[in-house]
């Protein structure tokens, strides 16, 4: 079955960096766009980056653009997200997705705390 499990989150301090790894199973990984979201405390989830099966296209929220950066390894069925200069306002809980034959997938989160 589709597995996403989620990484690399935890507490750093305002400016940090910390990159987030989503490893995907049970489906073709190279065939399919994947987007992380993020939800956080009191707040809308927000989409927050999104590549294309290739990884040759990608869309970032304007808040984190400049900041974030979406890639993937196809070789190794697994997403990333690198998150520089880290605000408080960053902090949430960070989901991966995907969307195979109009079913909706999503990892259990990690949790990134921008705190100092």
């Known amino acids: 079955q589709v597995q996403l499990v989620e990484s690399g989150g935890g507490l750093v301090q305002p400016g940090g960096s910390l990159r987030l790894s989503c490893a995907a199973s049970?489906?073709?990984?190279?065939?399919?766009?994947m987007r992380w979201y993020r939800r956080a405390p009191e707040k809308e989830r927000e989409l927050v980056a999104s590549i294309t099966s290739g990884g040759g296209t990608t869309n970032y929220l304007d808040s984190v653009k400049g900041r974030f950066t979406i890639s993937r390894d196809n070789a190794k069925n697994t997403l990333y997200l690198q998150m520089n200069s880290l605000k408080p306002e960053d902090t949430a809980v960070y989901y991966c997705?995907?969307?195979?034959?109009?079913?909706?997938?999503w990892g259990k989160g990690t949790l990134v705390s921008v705190s100092s």
């Open positions: 997705y995907t969307r195979i034959r109009g079913m909706d997938f």
């Open positions: 049970g489906f073709t990984f190279s065939t399919y766009g």
